[in-house]
């Protein structure tokens, strides 16, 4: 190993940097310096002091072999010191003199043998978690970490921090000196996520997090990882949140002598529990009394799932010093870093749940065949929409660029195709709707050819700033993540270009969010009872009728704030109009609960006996059905803790103006509608870029993804099988759907559907790929005598739901190569076979093989 460097920041502390070691820190140590001193503290009041603190070693690690170097050529007068404080205090309490880089003073440090470990028949001191500063009170573990972040990692003043730890020492510690930090704790698979309780205290779960991509600067995790089942999905979500150039910063348990991680238990897709070792217990703030579980101690294998998950650099960093209380080895932690270039859209990793669960799958199965008979209205209503506002806000309508982003069947860009000579772009994520929306155009008389465009709204596949107008109506609810989609519709715009929003529905906060509910024509005993009562808004989801969309997988997301939607357009320009409707949204149920009088206890009392009075006569309501859909009322405890939220923003709502309409909207949810002007001058177009930021293809009239990679369009592009719905396929399809099995029927509305003939029905694949099944057909359930419908791949089993309802369901199963067929099982809920022909009208069958496997068409067997 060469000799060190030593660097000295301007107040005097030494940063010492191996030849081999972590040079990111020669570069942050001036950004260190002036973030201490900036900091005040309620643990340390304390200024730097020149040639006061200790120097520290970072040794960067990239593989096992180099911790290995780094043993070899490190002295052995450190352990030689840990023995000689283990052997003049062999039990009990003792202290020794050192230096807490936290609190920038000279310390004694306290150690006992609580959790001692035992060496060569010897007890030696837990090093690492019982050698506390009696200032701060952190333990070795949590202030070298601290130092590691502050240092190492240059994190300052203004720096977003996000801990996933909030009641603990060093989360208290971080807080007094980062005034933007957000710490969490998970506090059971039952909290609402991103919701505070009582003690002020945030729910997260680390592999769904609820922080808006790209939203922080750094995520520091200390031995939390370890109790994740799921870390892979932990790390995707910390690489989610992560703006570009941020960075990971993790402890773990680490087995520093292993290639591989040792899973020590696992947890199923059912919820249970397998134990490969010995439970293992490690100490939980949130639930002292109980521990958590330890799945999983890591390997060198950590650097390369975090490569994996998309950070563009991964290390381990090493360290150790006596002087500065860091004593019981070398202590690991490890870095990831997210690349500046990133646009915060993750690349997808395609493994095979993400394929099966995706929600792009079920809205080209919805898609595929759904019939709109609104199409042409709102169609023109769009139109409409985006004439005003060109007109109003000074865009020329002559040659325009315009993008419509989930443009679904509508054809709003032929029209101002035509009219304007405009240069329109439509995107959906279905060829399909696209496909439908040409023919219900050139129907309508509307003969221009915009550019049709089937893409991944997250990440779309157009370059930098070429809109001059990108609209969107309706649509961004179906994203868990809102600020992506927005983010990207202002990267593809040009400065001074508008975006404008029609129709996008916000959430509600007097909402229990039970369940989602069913179109009127097919409401429940229940449902009736809700929406007659003026409840179905506040005991169900907030958007009525969204139970179809739900149980195609589709994402519908009725919790995005107006707040959200605002900051967003805030950040990427100026808003010049804001409209939040809240027509219908208001009743008398509503009214009432606005007209409550009392603050506080008295009026949170109010609010819950309101609530309970008007949901209590609906539980005489809940049937057999209900129950069958899985569908419960709220209770008692539920009720008084939205009461208290409701009760809140009453208190707080203002009287009048706009700070009222966003009060108003928060509470009871509206429809948006906003108008925003991309930053920065505008431009006359003065060159042509290319169209396309990566490889697209045409099919059939549309632009798709060439590489699955870029988004799951690509791989609902490729279909194996001909089209169920297309009358013109029945000879086609012949081979695949055995004619003794299946009837061929054409439906009202043009397309054709295949109805069951008995019990069974099988679909003939023999395909040497593997890939995702989609099944989309209409139940119909006879004389409310409900059945279950099971999806099987050569007998193996796929998926099986319960049919309580007549109505459309989806169905999705993994396909794995060489499957000869896929079979439909009909069974009674005690399971007799269902005899009976029609009950289920199928109109997509569909195998999507997986990327990578791109063959020719599938054969009939």
Known sequence: MTAPETLCDPNGMEVRIPGTGFHRVRRLAARAADLARGWHSRISMARWVAGASPGLDLHRLDCREDFAALLGAAPGNDDALERGLSERHPE????FDGYCWVDQARVSFAVDYAYALESGGRKRPNWRERLVCPKCGLNNRQRAMIHVACVGLGLHLETKLYLTEQVSAVYRCLAARFPRIVGSEFLGPTATPGSIDRRGVRHEDLTRLTFADGSVDAVLTFDVLEHVPDYRAALAECFRVLAPGGVLLLTAPFLADSDATRVRATLGA??????????????????????????????????????????????????????????????????????????????PSFDRETLLQSPQAGEYAWHAITVDDRIPRVSTEHFDAIDRALGVHGIPKRGVRLLEVGAYRHFTGYVAAQRWSAEATLTDIASRSLQAGREAAHAAGFAAKPRLVAADFHDLPFGDCQYDVAFVASTIHHTRSPE????????????????????????????????????????TALERFLEEQGLLRTVASPFPGSRAEEVFGMVENDRIPAQLFHDELSAGGEILEWRLQTDGLIGEFEKSLLALPGSGETLAR?????????????????????????????????????????????????????AREMAIAALFGAALKAVARKAGPREARTSIGPRFRRAMRYVDGVWEEADAQHGIAALLGAPRLPDVYRPENTAALAPFFPTSEWRRELEQHGGASLLNLDADASVHLDTPEEGVFLLRFFAAV????????????????????VMALSESRLMRGWVPAGTRRVRIALRTLDGRPVHRAGAIRVGVAQFLPAPGARGTQVRAS
Not at 312 to 324: E, H, K, M, T
Not at 486 to 508: K, W
């Open 92 to 95: 009990g309490r003792f202290r």
């Open 270 to 347: 059912d919820g249970s529990l397998q134990h490969h070792l010995p439970p293992q217990f490690h100490g939980d703030p949130v639930q002292p009394d109980r521990g958590v579980l330890c799945y999983q101690e890591f390997g060198w294998d950590l650097l390369e799932r975090l490569r994996e998950t998309g950070f563009i650099d991964a290390a381990a960093i090493a360290l150790r010093s006596p002087a500065l209380g860091y004593l019981g080895g070398w202590q690991i932690a490890f870095a990831a870093w997210k690349s500046p270039a990133e646009r915060c859209a993750t690349q």
């Open 484 to 523: 992506r989609v927005l983010r990207e519709m202002f990267r593809v715009l040009r400065p001074g270009g508008l975006l404008l929003l029609e129709n996008e529905p916000c959430s509600r906060l007097a909402c229990f969010h039970r369940f989602a509910s069913n179109r009127p024509e097919r409401f």
């Open 606 to 658: 109010s609010v819950r006996e309101h609530l309970l009075a008007a949901i209590e006569p609906a539980r005489n309501r809940l049937g057999e059905t209900d129950r069958l859909l899985h569908r419960r009322l709220p209770n008692a405890e539920e009720v008084g803790t939205l009461a208290e939220r409701i009760a809140s923003a009453l208190a707080s709502m203002p009287r009048r103006g706009s």
């Open 782 to 801: 006879a004389e409310d005598l409900p059945f279950a419908v099971s999806l099987l791949a050569d007998d193996h089993p796929l998926e099986r739901q």
